[in-house]
């Protein structure tokens, strides 16, 4: 009796391209990839979906019926905050603080010129923020109770101008919750149905602007979350999957539709969250240790780093550069740098790219979906680096006339050169947008880039990866057999993760209420993972504290023990380890010696571990075969060098483990174009991944030197 075969499956919907893969029990990978379909996103999901089972060569409904795992990364909630698109929401606060969210930090983004200090968009007016008369004070007692007549009228007020959320964030409501539960019950009572979105349960943790942010936001998108995740469990139940789904967050874990229902802003970032997951994983399969990820989609180009192969996960995070909220989330730094992102040229005459993008619809001009303005895509096309008749498997044929058109009237009139040299502008533009991200989580952060491996993959980074990492002296880029979809394939090394925090001050004696603190927090974590289907020996749970110097501002976290013992000898350890992490963050001799080390608050983290199916490695060819055959030769402009020349081309079906190309050279992968340039050699390895290296770097410095 044949095995049934299983799958799991990884979904990362983006803002031009939705993209799947699959690994079967056997250790087959497939992938593929569909346009998204922002008015409705399981339309594009279910069109990727369809087009991965006919790749596996198996009916959709047999491939989700033998499913046991599918994870889902999202930029619902993203786009939702970008485009200011989201619930009609209320806020109920204490008296006296309604303009917490207009007076924000004073300053109201990073950008020192004062002129372009403006206003923060109001998620919520100000005739929308409803004061109550209560008050509780900073160690949890109540100096004015809120009466249950005052807590419904409140809510009614707010019914009566047509909210369809409520955020409930009151003063020292982490010291004692009582009145925001107060308002809650109010809430369900007097709009049952409503989405309520309450501070204490969200992020019971001191600092009112940031905890009320995040409220709010969490408020503002969860209707959009509620109807995704309700129709996307709706659309692949009807089409036969059994399993739950997982939704990705955007710190590196996945929860399940419910819970992404409670806390949607959890969701944000959760593809590019997705592929450095992956790249993790990945580089601990290479045995690289350091390693800058980099992903460049239809849409932007997202860096992060990982020292040691460990992400940086930021507890702060600045949402649309405008919207400063206390959620952890993977530390990524995109830009408006994809493949999609718009050309033009500034009133200096010069060609700039982004942060616009031609997006989904109508996307790049070369796609002949109505697309009149130039963009990254239609340059590589133009330049001979696209084969128009290649693109997306030969699905869809680039129309490359109109994208010469364009580029020639937007781009070449005003620089006055033809279009080949205004595409090779455009290139040169966007691969120094992208080394200049690279640069700024680099050695902007005191990172020598030179000891680090670039993982690069999306879509469109196959062509620019190389360049990249030669302007910045990375010497080794990895391009994943999968790169196309990689955040898509990341989403399957995801582990099941909850963390929460808790404002928990302490200074010196007595650590009881830490220690209960951190155990109320590892009982609640836990009993969700168990509800979810985990073992005890399957959870794995760490117990944090945010310390910092008296008188900071801000935090580092330092591991506690998992002990309910916990004791003052424990934390005064962590005092004194304090300073030894702080230098490793901010140098040598930034440490506050003498200062006092304070306790603010206490994380815990629980991690419910997946086991993923894995690919299975293939036989490397012969040495006497290394040298890989090109099916042809193009004609194509090396924007970096200026010059045009033919160029060898290689397929990547025909590519095996061992193959060795020298640059120049082009592979053609039926999801991703690769650009291999002068000075650079590509080896296949045995998973099918492309381990790019510079031939030239080590000469390069020999000649700096």
Request: aromatic share 6%; charged share 20%.
């Amino acid at each position: 009796m044949t095995e049934q075969v299983q799958y799991q499956i990884g979904c990362d919907i983006g803002g031009t391209f939705t993209d799947v893969t699959a690994v079967d029990s056997r250790g087959n990978v497939y992938s593929d990839k569909s346009d998204t379909t922002p008015d409705d996103l399981s339309v594009g999901l279910i069109a990727a979906l369809e087009n991965l089972a006919e790749r596996i060569g198996v009916p959709l409904e047999q491939v989700l019926a033998h499913t046991t795992r599918f994870v889902n990364g999202t930029t619902a909630v993203t786009n939702s905050i970008a485009e200011l698109r989201g619930a009609r929401v209320g806020l109920l606060t204490t008296r006296g603080f309604g303009d917490n969210l207009l007076i924000a930090r004073s300053a109201r983004s990073a950008d020192r010129d004062h002129h372009r200090q403006v206003n923060i968009p109001q998620i919520v007016p100000r005739e929308r923020v409803v004061e109550v008369n209560e008050r509780i004070d900073r160690k949890g007692a109540v100096v004015v109770p809120l009466s249950d007549t005052e807590a419904r009228a409140a809510v009614r007020r707010l019914v009566d101008m047509g909210v369809e959320a409520i955020a409930i964030s009151l003063l020292w409501s982490f010291a004692n919750p009582h009145h925001e539960e107060q308002l809650a019950a109010a809430a369900a009572e007097e709009a049952p149905g409503l989405f309520v979105s309450v501070s204490s349960r969200l992020h019971p943790v001191i600092r009112e602007y940031e905890r009320t942010m995040t409220t709010v936001l969490n408020a503002f998108t969860g209707i959009r979350v509620a109807e995704y995740t309700g129709r996307i469990e709706k659309e692949l139940g009807d089409r036969g999957l059994r399993t739950p789904i997982g939704f990705m967050q955007g710190f590196g874990g996945t929860l399940t539709a419910d819970e992404a229902r409670e806390r949607p802003i959890t969701l944000v970032d959760s593809g590019p969250a997705g592929g450095v997951i992956g790249a993790q994983a990945l580089a601990a399969r290479l045995g690289m240790h350091n390693v800058v990820t980099a992903d460049m989609g239809g849409t932007s180009f997202d860096v992060s780093v990982l020292q040691g192969n460990k992400p940086l996960v930021t507890q702060r995070v600045m949402l649309r550069d405008q919207f400063l909220t206390a959620l952890p989330k993977i530390d990524v730094l995109p830009i408006g740098a994809g493949g999609g992102s718009i050309a033009w040229v500034d009133a200096r005459g010069i060609p700039q790219v982004g942060p616009r993008s031609a997006g989904a619809d109508p996307g790049p001009v070369c796609y002949g979906k109505g697309g009149v303005v130039p963009t990254v895509t239609d340059a590589s096309a133009v330049l001979g680096l696209l084969a128009p008749q290649a693109f997306l498997g030969g699905r869809r044929e680039l129309a490359l006339e109109p994208a010469r058109q364009a580029m020639e009237s937007e781009i070449g009139k005003p620089l006055d050169v033809d279009a080949v040299h205004a595409a090779a502008s455009v290139y040169r533009m966007v691969t120094a947008n992208m080394s200049n991200a690279v640069r700024t989580v680099t050695v902007e952060r005191g990172h020598d880039p030179r000891i680090f491996s670039m993982v690069a993959y999306g879509g469109a980074l196959g062509i620019f990866a190389a360049d990249i990492a030669r302007e910045v002296g990375i010497r080794q880029v990895v391009i994943p057999a999968d790169a196309a979809v990689f955040s898509a394939t990341g989403l399957l090394n995801s582990d099941d993760v909850r963390t929460r925090s808790r404002s928990a001050m302490w200074v010196g004696g007595d650590a009881g209420h830490i220690a209960t603190a951190l155990a109320d927090l590892d009982d609640e974590l836990t009993a969700t993972l168990r509800a979810a289907g985990y073992s005890d020996d399957a959870i794995d749970v760490v117990w944090e504290g945010e310390f910092k110097y008296a008188g900071q501002q801000w935090e580092l976290p330092v591991s506690l023990p998992r002990d309910r013992n916990l004791g003052e000898a424990d934390l005064t350890d962590a005092q004194r380890r304090y300073g030894e992490l702080y230098e490793a963050e901010y140098g040598s001799g930034s440490a506050w010696v003498g200062s006092p080390v304070v306790l603010v608050a206490v994380r815990v983290t629980a991690t419910g571990r997946v086991s993923a199916l894995e690919p299975i490695p293939a036989q490397p060819v012969p040495e006497s075969e290394r040298r890989q055959a090109p099916s042809g030769t193009r004609r194509v402009f090396l924007p970096l060098e200026g010059r045009q020349t033919d160029v060898a081309v290689y397929d990547t079906g025909s590519a095996r483990a061992g193959h060795e190309v020298t640059g120049p050279a082009i592979f053609e992968h039926p999801l991703t174009t690769l650009q291999i340039p002068p000075g650079w050699t590509a080896r296949i390895d045995e998973w099918g991944n492309f381990i790019l290296t510079d031939q030239t770097a080590s000469t390069n410095e020999e000649n700096a030197q």
